[in-house]
């Protein structure tokens, strides 16, 4: 597709649980973040990938929370042992300039639930 | 690292009137860019406009215009002629050279018919 493509559009997982978020940027974008929007907030930076590395983590709130890009495009963000205060939606993003001072295209988010 | 404030929760107007949502912003960086993204009920966050901390011109297009006053660090962004089209939260962000962009809390703007 033409745009950020993230899935599952839902997840509605059990406390402790591990959860996987994919995120498919826009082609050639080599600049990918992964946000945090809790209701009635302003998205919340989490990470920011320049090709296949993080070039910045300081976002994720601990060590549960990993993000990876292998080949430099399609990303991961994986939450493990999931807790309520981690329902929110994660919103993925891309931008086709190295250095980020121009428009993020994002996606219409992963809506995760944590019973 | 800057931070961006929308006092504004929730605006609500009658179609056709004009609307002005505001954004002040808190930054130590001399270098900075200051954007409006709109998120319509989908959950898409759509970019409207950039602006950086060297150009203070104000900026029209189409039924959309921002103000840039660095005086009173605000970047305040006024809808003329609503539609009920134009519904929706309205984001203020800021960033520096660096990686992260920092979202205001968002206002919700309601246009009604």
């Known amino acids: 597709g033409a745009g950020v493509s993230q899935t599952p559009s839902n997840k509605v997982t059990e406390k402790g649980k591990y959860v996987e978020l994919r995120c498919d940027p826009i082609?050639?974008?080599?600049?990918l973040y992964w946000y945090r929007q809790s209701l009635g907030q302003g998205p919340e930076f989490l990470i920011y990938?320049?090709?296949?590395?993080?070039?910045?983590d300081s976002g994720l709130p601990n060590d549960r929370f990993f993000a990876v890009r292998p080949e430099g495009s399609v990303s991961t963000l994986k939450i493990q042992r999931t807790e309520r205060g981690d329902s929110a939606v994660y919103l993925c993003?891309?931008?086709?300039?190295?250095?980020?001072?121009?428009?993020?295209?994002f996606g219409e988010g992963s809506r995760l639930t944590v019973l | 690292a800057q931070k961006v404030t929308q006092a504004q929760t929730e605006i609500s107007v009658v179609e056709k009137e004009d609307v002005t949502l505001d954004c002040v912003y808190e930054?130590?960086?001399?270098?900075?860019?200051l954007f409006w993204y709109k998120q319509p009920p989908s959950g898409e966050l759509v970019f409207l406009i950039r602006?950086?901390?060297?150009?203070?011109q104000n900026e029209i297009s189409g039924r959309y215009s921002w103000n840039f006053q660095k005086s009173t660090s605000s970047f305040n962004f006024t809808i003329t002629a609503s539609q009920v089209v134009d519904s929706a939260v309205y984001f203020c962000?800021?960033?520096?050279?660096?990686?992260?962009?920092?979202f205001g809390t968002g206002t919700s703007l309601t246009v009604i018919p």
């Open positions: 930054t130590r960086d001399t270098t900075y860019y």
């Open positions: 602006r950086n901390s060297f150009d203070e």
């Open positions: 990938f320049q090709g296949t590395g993080a070039a910045d």
């Open positions: 082609s050639g974008h080599t600049a």
């Open positions: 962000a800021a960033s520096n050279t660096g990686n992260q962009f920092y």
């Open positions: 993003a891309s931008s086709p300039l190295a250095v980020n001072t121009g428009e993020l295209f």
